[in-house]
Each structure stands twice: as C-alpha cells, then as structure tokens.
C-alpha cells in the first residue's frame, strides 16, 4: 500500500464519508428507501475496511452486488424511465465506488461524483435554502479534495478553512460571469420528472366539496409584485378557470378538452373586439408556484400579456404547457372593462343558459315563479342575493348534500362558503332565463407589508358568478359578498367562525402574531431569491446586458466572456508561470531536449530527481540507454555546475545525437 | 587530501558499524566548520560518533555531561582570588578546548544552554569584562534526546540554529548489530583510532569548501527549494537566508567530500535533511521534519522550466 492511500484511509475517509452523507441528504426521500439503507451499509463497511481489517469485495462479490442493485432499481422502478429512477442509479454507483476505494484515482472520481450528485440536488428543489444547502455541500466536497492534498493534509483545520475559503472565493467571479453573461442553453433532451401529482390548487372542475380541502391548505399559490399601488381587495378577482357546464353536481369548463388538446377552438383570438375597456392599465408581476396545470391567473381584463399566453372563450390565460416549475410572467391589466357587451352568439346563450334534465326541480319552480314577479334581471338578482343574505351562512363545514345540490343547499341547508353560493346562485339564474357561468380562481390575497408584494395562498380559493346583462355584457356577481362581505373585504380568515377558523391553513402562524410575521419576512426573502436568482432567465439576461453594454451581439457577448475568462486564468496561472519561466541556461537547454526525448519514450524524469539519481534509474531499467545517459549527465553536471565550457560543447552536440529507442 | 577525509570516514566506521552515511554527514558538518547536534534515544552510539570524530581529527577534546543543577562557569571557568599572587586567576572552563563534546545538552537549564552558545557562535568568551578566545579549531558536537523524554529542556530555535546540522543515528542493521553482539563494545576500540587528518590539512579544507564553485543553476536550484519551505509546504515557518547560506556552505562540505570541485543538486539533497529540519520546524517532532523535507525534494524541480512531469 503507498503512502497516499495510507493518507487516505484515515483522516481523508473519515471527511470522504461525511461529504457524501452531506450530499446525499437531501436525495434521500427523492430514492428508494433501501437504496438509502444500501449508502450506509456501504458507508460502514469501507470504515470497517480502514479500521477494523474488513476486506474489500472480491470481484465475485462486486459483480453480484451490482446485479442486485440494478435488479433492485428495475423493481422499484419497474422499469420505467425518468428523473427518479437515473438519479438512483447514479446514487448507487456514488455509494458502490465507495467499497471499491483503493487508489487515489478511485478517490478522485469519487469526489467529482459527489460534485455532480450535488448538482443533482437542485433538480428537486430549486428554493433558497436547498441552494445554500447546494453550497454546504458544494463546500464539503472541495473539503475532502484539499484534505487529501499532500501539502494541505498537514496544515492545521483553522488554515485549511482559510485555504477552502480562498478556493471559494476564487470560484466566485467565475460563477457570477457564468450566472449573469453565459447564454442560457435549453435542454437538449428532457427526463420526465414524475413527481407525484399531488399539486393542490383549483382544479378544472368543481363539485360540492372541492373547496373546501383546498381551503385547509395554507401552501402558496403565487405572488404578485404591482408597479403601482395594489387595488382594493373587493377588485383583486384572480381569474382562472370559467365553468358553463354542468351536469347537475359538478361544474366544468365547456371547452376544457379543446384547451388540453391544444385545438384552434380553445383560442378566443378576436377577444380584444369583445372588451371595452375604459381606465389606466395596471402592470403586475406574478410567480406562480408549480400547478402541474395549465392555467393562468390574472386580473380581468387585460390590455397587456406575454407572448406564449393565449386567451380561453371564458377570458381567462392559458399556457400550451403544464405548469410544471415556477412561473413568472407579467400582465397589463383594465380593471374597468365591459365583456362582450354587444351580445352573446347563438351558441354561447344556449351554452350560458344550459341545464340538466331532471335536477332541483324546485329551484327551477321558484326560479321561474320569482322571474315572472321581478320586473327585470338586476331586480331579480338583488331578490336572490338578499335572500342570502338574509338566510344564509357562512362556513367551511357544511352538511353533505343529497342529489338535487341545489335545492338541498338553497331551501335546506342554508350553509356553505364560495362555492355553494356561486353554485346555486348561476343555476338559479339560469333557471330563470339569465345566462350565467361560474367563475373560478383566488380571492384578494395577503399583503407582505416587508416588500410590498401580494402573496395569494391557496385559502384564498374562490368562486364567483357571472351574469350575461343586455348592454352590459358579463357582469361579476359575487354572491359571498352578499353572506359575508368580509370574506371579500379582508379576507377569508375574518369571515369565519372561530370553529371553521381552525380548518384554515397555517393555523399557527396566523393565531400568532410573531410566527406569522416571521413567515412573511422568511417569505419576502423567498420571493426575492425566486424573482432576481431563479427568474434571470434569458429575457433578464438580455435586459441586463443591454443595459451594461448598449445592444449586445452574441460576438460581443463572446468576446466578454473569453476575455473575463482569459483574465481570471491568468490571475490564477500567473504565480504558476513566474516560478517556472526562469530562461533555461544553455546547458539546461540541451539537456531538457535529452528530457524531451526520454518523456517521449515513456521515461520522464521524476520532478525532484537529480540527473545523476535519474540516470541511475534508467540504467537499471533500460540498460540499453545506460552509456549514453550516463555520458551525458556527466557532461551537463559538468556544464551546469562546473561552468565548464568545453563540457557544455560537448553536452550539446551529445544532446542532438542522442534518439532514445522505444521499446 | 579527499584521501585523508575517506580514511577519516573508515576509521569511524570502525566504531559505529553500518551507519556510513550518517558519520560521512557529521565529517562533513566539521569540515565545514559547523558544530554538530545528534538526536538520539540513549545508547544509539551519539557518543561514541563524537569521541571517534574527536579522535580521527586529532583535536583536543573535552566531555562534559549536561546535568540540570549545572552552572554557567561550570563550563566556562571562574575566576578565584589568589592570595599569594593578590589578584584573580582564572581557571579555563572544559570549554576551552578544540572539540567539546556536550553530552545531554537538553538536560541543562536554559541558562547554561546559552552559555554554551554564546560561545559557539562567538568563538570566544567573556568572563569577568574580559574577553578570551577559544582555541581553534573550535567544535560543539552536543548530543541530546528527544525532547519528548523526561527532565528535558528543550533548546530554543534561536540556539538550534547555531548547529550547521543536527543528525539521528537511528538504528543499526540487523548485520551491524549481529557484530557487535559478537564483537562487544566498539567503544573499547576508539583510543587506538587513528589520526588521519592533521590539523594543517584541516584548516586547509575549511579554506577549500569555502571557495568550492556553486553554479548560477545550482544557485537558482537552492532558491527554489529555500522558497518551498518559506510559502508552498507545511512547514511552520520557512528557512532564513542564514539558514539557506548553512545549506549551501554544508552542500559545499559534502561536494568537496564527494571529491568535486563543483556542487551539484544532489549535494544540496544529501545534506538538506540535516541542516534543514531543525531550522524550520521548531519544536517538532523530527519524524513529521524529516517527511516534510522528503516531500519537499520530492516536489521541487531539480532543473526548472525541464519537461519533467
């Protein structure tokens, strides 16, 4: 055994096998649970190896082991191939090298392993505190390489840091340039990542019920920066999803296949003749966390959208992709607008005014019996909301109902929250004659009074209805508003009894003032990361290079990077160069060309063998060059340290005859 | 005269069996003119390399065992007030003498230590506001054990680095020892070593080493290897020029012992560990040292901007 792997087998794997604990931390519930087991067994047993005699495994046994683990990786996955499944068999090859680390070659590529599982880490989790973690680990790995260094080992740990620091520190111009100027390359292939579909969010279809889960769900559902100041919270109707189909439970988009499908059809193209728009625009920025779904959400409506952005029939966004990470777009929005106010097409009414057989038969009666006695639509609709408001409650604990939805909730129940209200209140309406649809998405939403910024959860889930009116188009008819009106005003927290309260999301941070604060702040520096670090997509790039550098081409953009490279290069190289680029005496001349010749034929020198010492060596193990080598390092000893003229002569033109054979 | 110095070499080798390096390093540290510091477990033979040194060189000697409760004029002398001649006279100290072997230095209080050394790197002593020269030639070759034992008081780097080289025998090889086994004591041999170097012939190599050639190659060689110790390896503070001219005059020593009028890099490599280690690495432990300075001649180019890989 060298000394180097002696080196190696005492402090180096102690600090070895903590850096890939560190590493793999984070993997562990992204990999089967045995294949966790597998790491510290593995872990154990090359600590065993180092302290208490264990052996390695023999080939035999490496071999089987490697068949069972991919048999097992075959099972756990059963076959099928995505992120998960390559990210373990990556894991597994990162936690087997270990029983098989002998060899500082061994050591090495077990080290940039660990750089690359690193890597791998953030493909989970791309939030602040997992990058500092990245960087934890990042740190650790060099930590092990400068460990094992030979002049490093020696040092004490308070100068080691030091030396890791300076490394780190070294690193940073060249990830700042790289971060900020290197073009960012799409991938070129993509592994599905199939993470379980546990998303919560509004959901393309609602029933009695929907809501309510989501409503004890305190997750983030995205946030908005405004340029202006941030409207009303009775303005702040995120709209998502319309619902005009019902099939006498559940409510669902019309056109819902069209938009998954990506059909011509699901696109409104001609939308902007269908508003008018009067007021400013509002600008506004939101992040949507990933809901695995296409949707949008956005102030109605809108004078301003990104490009890939279309607009359903319904007037809500869509993207033609899934939702999958987090998502930054901008929007101009008119909050003052009329929506097709000229009147609606055949199909559109008949849409609009669309009831199933055989459902609520009494709703249906009193509708048609209250329409007759109102002497016009708004009349009607202020009949209905005041009969909420007078009759109904508010509440996340509702009692189930029977088949007829409706008339159970409108003449029995009397209790419900949003989507009861919108539910019955665009059946109602419909039954009357009306045309009428369901609007879904969020409602208000929390201000960050640390940045300034809306952060909509996803308690903040709402229904809504639309009216079509003659002359006024689409109106918003918010039937909560009419049971509890703080629901909309303040939010949905303040409507509620204490009871329901506890139902809510985030319970704890909300009953203390302190932890909630505490969760904005945590939350404002969350945002931050995402908007400036995540979102520098291409677009911020380009933005920002324009801004530096005037209109930039992708020559100049090259010329920086290979300049900013070439620099730091040589920052970094130059002590290197100085404290070699000594200019070689003339015997040293001839003799680095005797050198050249012998590393040619695979006989280099060693760096701190003497000529005399190296000769002796080559002697031995090619005696064919034994006479030759040996004459000549006597003439360059004489020539280099006796300053022997006539020997330097003699070195040189022994030194041009001198054609070592390979063997 | 090289013929005189390798007799020189066989005659000690007479006494300390298989050990031919390390005695040709301690001739040459004298033939530089540099006192001399061996390190070893007790019994090891540090004293017997120092008498047969002594002996071969046919210089004076003088032994004094290093004990804690010594004084300064112990080895010094002192001054006493003559009655009859009614004035002081002094009493010349073991110190004076041409080869002082200083057996345990390290067991003497630091007081005494310095004593000693001020009068090594002076070549002469003061007592009384009065100043006496030693005899030249004028030699130190102490002993001491490592300073992990018991009852030690370990020499300063200051003091360290008045010794050119410090060396450890180590132990013998299994042949060497079988012939002391059969043999007995190789120490009986020492009074009947002969002289074989006169002092003439002495004073004449210091002058020859003096003057011997180091090259502009060689030159740059030694700064290479000086600035290794002082930023790139683990040392705990780099070598001082004193100490860089130290290895140069020893690596002359040893050329001129080698029989060459030149110094090549492997002069410099031979004596480095022994004049190196205890200039840079304080108080440590000599094994650490010694791996440190392999290290160090293992990684510094002989012949820099060479494609040496």
Known sequence: MSASTEKLSRQGLIWMLLAQAIVLLPLVFEVPVWLTLLAIATGVWRWKIATAGWRFPGKLARLILVLLVCAGLLFSFSGSFGMQSMLSLLIAGFVLKLIELKRPGDFYLLCYLAYFVTGAQLLFAASLPSSVYGLVSLLAVTGVLLVNNGSVARLGVVKQCQRLGVFALQALPIMLVLFFVVPRIGSLWTIPLNKSAGQTGVSDSMAPGDFSNLMRSGELAFRVSFDGPIPAPQQLYWRALVFDDFDGRTWRQSHAQDVQRGRASAQWRNWQNAVELSGEPISYQVLLEPTAKQWLYALPTFSELPESVRVSPGLTLYETERVNQRKQYRVSSVLDYRLQPQGLDQPQTMQALALPEGYNPQTRRRAQQWRTEATDERQLMQRVLGYFNQRFRYTLQPSTLGEHTVDDFLWQSQAGFCEHFAGSFVFFMRAAGIPARVVVGYQGGQINSNDGYLVVRQYDAHAWAEVWLAGEGWVRVDPTAAVAPERIEQGVEYSLSDDDNQLLGNVFSRRFQMLGDLQLRWDALNYRWQLWVMGYDNAAQQALLQKWFGRVSPWMLALVVTAVVALVSLVVLLPLLRSSGRRLAPAERAYARVEKAMTRCGQPRYVGEPPRQYAARISRERPDLADDLNAITALFERASYGDSKTALARLQSAARRFKPSRL | ?309
């Open chain 2, 1 to 309: 005269m090289q013929e005189s110095v390798n007799a020189a070499c066989r005659e000690i080798g007479k006494v300390l069996l298989g050990k031919e390096h390390e005695v040709k390093l301690a001739l040459t540290c004298l033939l530089a003119g540099g006192h001399l510091l061996i390190e070893d477990l007790p019994g090891m033979g540090k004293t017997t390399l120092a008498h047969a040194l002594a002996k071969v060189l046919g210089l004076e000697y003088q032994r004094v065992q290093f004990t804690s409760d010594m004084l300064p004029a112990d080895i010094i002398g002192v001054s006493t007030f003559d009655a009859n001649a009614s004035r002081f006279t002094f009493h010349p100290g073991p110190v004076f003498t041409q080869v002082l072997l200083a057996d345990e230095i390290n067991r003497t209080t630091p007081k005494t230590q310095s004593a000693l050394l001020e009068a090594m790197e002076e070549q002469q002593v003061s007592i009384d506001g009065e100043t006496r020269p030693l005899p030249q030639p004028f030699f130190v070759i102490a002993t001491q054990n490592p300073e992990s034992q018991m009852g030690t008081f370990s020499l300063p780097e200051s003091q360290l680095d008045r010794f050119l080289m410090r060396i450890s025998l180590g132990y013998p090889s299994p042949e060497a020892e079988r012939i002391i086994f059969r043999g007995g004591d190789p120490r009986r041999a020492i009074p009947s070593l002969e002289q074989c170097i006169t002092l003439a012939e002495l004073a004449e190599i210091k002058q020859q080493v003096r003057t011997l050639k180091a090259s502009d190659s060689l030159i740059a060689y030694l700064q290479r290897l000086v600035h290794a110790t002082r930023y790139e390896q683990g040392f705990t503070h780099g070598l001082s020029p004193r100490g860089a001219l130290a290895l140069l005059h020893a690596a002359k020593a040893w050329a001129y012992v080698a029989g060459r009028d030149y110094v090549i890099p492997e002069d410099l490599q031979a004596v480095a560990p022994a004049v190196i280690a205890h200039r840079v690495s304080g108080a440590e432990v000599t094994g650490s040292a010694q791996r440190l300075i392999a290290d160090l001649l293992e990684s510094v180019d002989v012949i820099a901007g060479s494609v040496a890989t």
